[in-house]
């Protein structure tokens, strides 16, 4: 429910300055629309050279993975000490 809210706040005040409800409802259809197709399309991008990957060698496929999941796991952790005296 965050995460929608975060990436929805733009749209949400672009919508409020609308002079009218139905630019308003015209703003949150084409967010709504173009968010569905902007991932839709991610998607195929991101899943087509992983499933051909998958398909390949096995060994390839785990340094892949694992690789993705390091890096994920040391962007987070520079998140969290760049952050860590507004945790505190």
Same mark, same amino acid.
């Given at each position: 429910?965050?995460?929608? $809210? $975060? +990436?929805? $706040?733009?749209m949400l005040v672009l919508a409020a300055a609308a002079n /009218?409800?139905?630019?308003? #409802?015209?703003?949150? &259809?084409a967010f709504g629309a173009g968010s569905i197709l902007g991932m839709t399309v991610l998607s195929f991008v991101a899943s087509y050279p992983l499933q051909a990957l998958e398909r390949g060698t096995r060994w390839l496929n #785990?340094?892949?993975t694992a690789s993705i999941g390091c890096i994920a796991l040391i &962007? +987070? /952790? #520079?998140?969290?000490?760049?952050?860590w005296s507004a945790l505190s």
């Open positions: 429910m965050v995460h929608g $809210a $975060a +990436g929805s $706040a733009g /009218s409800l139905g630019n308003a #409802l015209g703003f949150i &259809i #785990l340094i892949t &962007i +987070g /952790s #520079l998140r969290l000490l760049e952050n």
